[in-house]
């Protein structure tokens, strides 16, 4: 049973460039949510996606959208990139719907974006 | 929303001595904690969960944290430390009755075990 997985692993982009990362979710969930850790931080919230709409969203910009398909599978992306985009984004998976609060979140190993 | 402490962002210990990370939430409603742990270049693995019945939890690799609503607390706790136990913990809490689960977490704690 293969957990969540991303990709890429690494990726560097330039300033003002727009990314896109992608996100599988463990097998049976249906919820995915993305995190973005700067250097020394613990996870932000980003946003989550639910039946392929978006359910919340943290404090962050509009150049943070996102996107799920019909499989569950996510892209998060990112436009005109600033150097403080930097950071590990993690993507987690869990069941929705009633009770999601307190079930576990799965984490995939996280796409490391370096913007210069 | 949510706030989550956690008090040291670096604990330092003797391979065999007591481990205690501590963790501090703001919510007046109880949430639902988390600790999560974090190996270098890797994503998160959640060590516990305390969502209700039982205030003392135990969680995987030794591990077990005590929920106290007088104090607001979920501090991690491990008896004898291991060199494998050197990683990065993260406190991190949800709301209770939320329908998709947000996770709140703290800024992390470095552990560091020396031989």
């Known amino acids: 049973d293969a957990g969540v997985t991303q990709s890429p692993t690494h990726l560097i982009k330039t300033r003002g460039q727009q990314v896109t990362l992608r996100c599988s979710p463990k097998?049976?969930?249906?919820?995915v949510s993305w995190y973005q850790q700067a250097l020394g931080q613990g996870p932000q919230f980003i946003f989550q996606?639910?039946?392929?709409?978006?359910?919340q969203r943290g404090n962050f910009p509009d150049r943070f959208s996102g996107h799920q398909f019909p499989n569950y599978s996510s892209e998060l992306n990112v436009n005109a990139l600033l150097l403080g985009d930097s950071a590990l984004y993690l993507c987690a998976s869990s069941l929705g719907l009633a009770g999601a609060s307190r079930n576990e979140q799965y984490f995939g190993p996280g796409t490391r974006l370096t913007v210069t | 929303a949510q706030s989550v402490t956690q008090l040291g962002s670096h604990v330092s210990v003797s391979e065999g001595a007591l481990v205690l990370l501590r963790c501090n939430y703001s919510s007046s409603v109880p949430p639902y904690l988390f600790w999560y742990v974090q190996y270098p270049n890797q994503g998160l693995q959640l060590l516990l969960k305390?969502?209700?019945?039982?205030?003392l939890v135990k969680g995987i690799n030794g591990f077990e944290a005590e929920f106290k609503k007088s104090e607001t607390s979920f501090h991690l706790t491990k008896p004898s430390a291991h060199m494998s136990d050197a990683a990065e913990y993260f406190c991190?809490?949800?709301?209770?009755?939320?329908?998709?689960?947000?996770?709140?977490f703290g800024r992390g704690t470095q552990l560091t075990v020396w031989p």
């Open positions: 097998s049976g969930h249906d919820t």
């Open positions: 996606y639910y039946e392929e709409e978006e359910r």
């Open positions: 305390y969502t209700s019945a039982a205030t």
């Open positions: 991190a809490v949800s709301d209770r009755g939320s329908t998709l689960g947000r996770l709140y």
